[in-house]
């Protein structure tokens, strides 16, 4: 049967590396591919950052690939996070054989909650001198991240870490903290906990004392990005919106405007966000083919500028498929 992916390329770099990871998931599989539009240059044009087609299509397929939006990420990517009702991000941040990285040991798995906490979008201007922000934390939402945890590590037999900052957050914090505790006692799950702030130190001195590691929005955004500084850069890092129904598939980074056009964006982060996709849809084999063929050629090379090589976007492309 063919699965169709609908597919956003977006702003920026998303237009360069997007269309790379089409070609990959061509060659592994069965796919239909409808491309839509969103982010600053829709908007520019028509007014909407989010066009209601491209959120419709969205809602109905099983599988999203996106690229990055530019100064409407936030309009975009919140709205498209909803559409496929994720309650988890996905994003592993792991070191790959012959690329140079500040810790070559980091192999992290962070599972993001996905839709609550700061960025539920609850921000008000009270007075020329006040500005506020509420912050939203639910049982349902935690327990419901807990829940995929337990079910992720459950396949290695393993146990998590939960970040947070429960001793200032008493209130938001502790019930994230607490729910997703005791889900994890619930289904006998190992756990540790660790304050996000000593987490962010632990890590860089020693990452290998992480593996999966659970953890609210923010933490997780910013957290995922100082991983991503330990492996190589923002290039390497996929990640997946994963809802009940359907899921949304994008790299870490944003537009990169400061190489967008210049054609030497890495690939491998949407690349490899791709196999996810390919992994969600119960293409197992596919998924495994486009992941060799990634270690393979960040190994042997062509590498792009971001790794310290001279590659350009279409030369990692080649390679790949050559691979494949
Ligand atoms: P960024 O991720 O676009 O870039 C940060 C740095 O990493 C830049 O030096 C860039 O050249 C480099 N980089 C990122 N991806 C790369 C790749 N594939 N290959 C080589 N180098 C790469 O983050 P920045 O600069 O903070 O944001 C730029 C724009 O992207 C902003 O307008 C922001 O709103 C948007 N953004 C969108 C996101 C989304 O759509 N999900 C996520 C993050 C940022
Ligand atoms: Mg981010």
Avoid: W
């Avoid at 069965?30 to 969205?58: K, S």
């Avoid at 980074?253 to 690349?271: L, Q, S």
Wanted: aromatic share 4%; charged share 25%.
């Amino acid at each position: 049967m063919t699965d169709t992916i609908t597919v956003i390329p977006g702003d920026g770099i998303g237009q360069e590396v997007v269309p790379v990871a089409v070609s990959v998931l061509d060659e592994v599989g069965e796919f239909a591919f409808e491309e839509y539009d969103a982010g600053d240059a829709v908007q520019a044009e028509t007014g909407e950052a989010l066009p209601a087609e491209t959120r419709r299509a969205v809602e109905g397929s099983d599988a999203t690939l996106f690229g990055a939006a530019g100064e409407t990420a936030a309009d975009v990517i919140l709205p498209l996070r909803a559409a496929v009702e994720s309650f988890v991000n996905v994003r592993p941040a792991r070191a790959y054989p012959g690329v140079d990285a500040l810790r070559p040991e980091t192999d992290i798995v962070f599972l993001r909650e996905n839709t609550e906490g700061v960025y539920a979008g609850h921000e008000n201007r009270l007075s020329d001198d006040l500005s506020t922000l509420t912050r939203v934390v639910t049982d349902s939402a935690s327990r419901r991240l807990a829940e995929f945890a337990c079910d992720y590590v459950a396949d290695g037999g393993g146990e998590f870490t939960v970040a947070h900052k429960a001793n200032v957050m008493r209130e938001t914090d502790g019930r994230f903290r607490e729910a997703v505790l005791d889900v994890a006692e619930e289904r006998g799950v190992p756990t540790d906990e660790v304050l996000m702030d000593a987490f962010a130190t632990q890590v860089c001195l020693s990452p290998s004392a992480f593996d999966i590691v659970v953890c609210p929005n923010l933490a997780g955004d910013v957290l995922s990005d100082l991983a991503a500084g330990l492996v190589g850069g923002l290039g390497l890092l996929p990640s997946a919106n994963i809802g009940e129904e359907r899921a949304l598939f994008e790299p870490v980074h944003g537009t990169a405007p400061d190489i967008a056009g210049e054609g030497v964006a890495n690939p491998v982060a949407t690349v490899s966000s791709a196999a996810m996709c390919c992994e969600f849809l119960g293409h197992d084999e596919g998924a495994e083919r486009v992941r060799q063929a990634v270690l393979e050629v960040l190994a042997d090379g062509p590498r792009t500028p971001d790794l310290g090589g001279e590659a350009t976007t279409e030369d990692v492309e080649r390679a790949l498929l050559d691979r494949l």
